[in-house]
C-alpha cells in the first residue's frame, strides 16, 4: 500500500544519496521492482496467468456496432484530448463502434466513479478507462463487469480482476530507465534532484517512481534525492511546487522530474522564470506541443513519452477486440489496426511499445 500518510510526508528530509534516500518515502509504492539493466539488455519476459476479469454473461457482441465511453482521469488537458483522438480514430477506422469521452473536469477519483456508474446504468457495450486510484475505482469496474459490458484499461491500471485488459503505454521500469538515464546524462551523476508529481495514489506514477528509485540504486547510486511533492494534475499548483522546491534548494537542486504531462511544463516555466535554465535540468513526461518552447530555447533536453494517440487507438482495438471474442486469455499478441501485432505481457496486459525520447532534433515532426 501507499505511503500517504502525514507522519511519513512530513519526515522526507535530505539525502546525501539516492541509497539512503530510499529508506525514506519517495512516492512510490512498496510492489516488488525490476529494474533492466544498466548496459540496455533487454529483459526475459516472464510467463503470466491471465488475471484479469471477465464479464458476466455479456451479449454475442461480435461484429456488431458497440456503443464504448472513454472515461479518462480528467478531461481538458492535452495528453486526454490525445488518447481521446486515438481512441475516435480507431472508431471511425472500425466503422462498427460509436466511442464518446466523458469524464472528470479535474483528476478526482468519486467523479470518475460517479461517471462510471453513470454510463453502466445507462447501458453501454464497453468502457475504456484511466484510473485516477487503482483500488477505489475497481469495484464500480467490477460492477460494470458484472453487468456483462467490456472493460478495458490504459494509461493508469486498476486491480487486475477489475478489468479484462490493460493497455500499458510502456513497461514501467522502462519509463524509469529512460528518466533516471536521462537526468544523470544531463543533471551530472551525482544531481540532488526533486520530483513533482500528480498525486501520491496515481497509480502508474507511483509504479514509475519505484521503479526509478530501484534503477538509480543500481546504475547511478551517487544521484541525491531530495524530495517528491504532489501538484494534483493542476498547472497552477504544479508551477508553485516547483517554484517551492528551486527556491527552498536553491544552488543545490540540479534537477526536476515531472511525472506528467502537467507538471513537466509547468516545472519548465518555473525553472525558465527562475533564470535557472542550464543549471536545473527538467526532464518528464510530457506531450511535445506542450514543451516545444521549452526545447527550442534550449531550456529543456529530454521529454520522454509514448504517442498518446496511439495509446488511445490501442486501447479501442483491445476492446473490440475482447468484444467480438479474438482476445482471450492465454493470447500472446492481438492485431491492433494499423499500429500492427501488440504484445501480451503480465498476463493481462498489452504492450503499446518503449518509451520515445523527444528532443531538439526531432520534436517538430509531432503536433500532439
Known amino acids: 500500500m501507499l505511503r500517504t500518510t502525514l507522519a511519513v510526508v512530513t519526515a522526507l528530509t535530505l539525502s546525501t544519496s539516492l541509497v539512503q ?13 525490476s529494474a533492466l539493466a544498466c548496459d540496455g539488455t533487454a529483459a526475459t519476459p516472464v510467463a503470466k496467468a491471465y488475471d484479469g476479469g471477465v464479464p458476466t454473461n455479456p451479449p454475442d457482441r461480435k461484429g456488431k456496432e458497440i456503443t464504448v465511453v472513454d472515461v479518462p482521469k480528467l478531461i481538458g488537458i492535452g495528453y486526454f484530448d490525445a488518447t481521446s483522438k486515438g481512441i475516435a480514430d480507431a472508431a471511425k477506422e472500425m466503422g462498427n463502434m460509436k466511442a ?21 446504468t445507462q447501458g453501454v457495450d464497453g468502457i475504456l478507462f484511466a ?28 486491480e487486475p480482476d477489475a478489468r479484462q485488459w490493460f493497455v500499458n503505454q510502456a513497461e514501467f521500469n522502462g519509463i524509469a530507465k529512460a528518466m533516471i538515464d536521462s537526468l544523470a546524462a544531463e543533471a551530472g551523476e551525482d544531481a540532488p534532484f526533486a520530483i513533482v508529481t500528480s498525486t501520491f495514489t496515481t497509480p502508474n506514477q507511483a509504479r514509475w517512481i519505484a521503479e526509478m528509485a530501484a534503477y538509480a540504486a543500481a546504475c547511478h547510486p551517487n544521484l541525491k534525492w531530495l524530495e517528491t511533492v504532489e501538484a494534483q494534475e ?7 511546487q516547483a517554484n517551492t522546491l528551486i527556491n527552498k534548494y536553491g544552488d543545490e537542486l540540479k534537477g526536476i522530474l515531472g511525472m506528467t504531462s502537467v507538471a513537466t511544463p509547468a516545472s519548465a516555466d518555473a525553472v525558465t522564470q527562475a533564470g535557472k535554465c542550464g543549471q536545473i535540468a527538467v526532464v518528464g513526461l510530457a506531450t511535445p506541443n506542450a ?20 495509446l488511445g487507438y490501442a486501447a479501442a482495438y483491445v476492446l473490440r477486440a475482447a468484444a467480438d471474442g479474438t482476445l482471450q486469455p ?23 511499445g518503449a518509451p520515445f525520447i523527444f528532443t531538439k532534433d526531432n520534436i517538430g515532426d509531432f503536433d500532439f
Not at 21 to 33: M, R, V, Y
Not at 100 to 118: F, R, S
Not at 133 to 144: F, M
Not at 330 to 352: D, F, Y
Open 21 to 33: 534516500a530510499q529508506s525514506a518515502w519517495t512516492g512510490g509504492d512498496e510492489l516488488p521492482t
Open 234 to 240: 493542476d498547472n497552477i499548483l504544479s508551477f508553485n
Open 100 to 120: 464518446t469521452t466523458d469524464g472528470p473536469t479535474e483528476a478526482n477519483i468519486d467523479d470518475q466513479i460517479t461517471v462510471i456508474d453513470n454510463y453502466i
Open 330 to 352: 492465454g493470447a500472446t499478441s492481438v492485431e491492433a489496426g494499423k499500429l500492427g501485432p501488440l504484445q501480451v505481457i503480465n498476463g493481462s496486459e498489452i504492450l503499446l
Open 291 to 310: 514543451m516545444k518552447p521549452y526545447v527550442d530555447a534550449g531550456c529543456v533536453k529530454s521529454v520522454v513519452l509514448w504517442n498518446p494517440v496511439d
Open 131 to 158: 484510473a485516477n486510484d487503482p483500488v477505489a475505482i475497481s469495484p464500480v469496474l467490477k460492477k460494470a463487469l458484472g453487468a456483462g459490458i467490456n472493460v478495458v484499461g490504459y494509461d493508469a491500471n486498476s
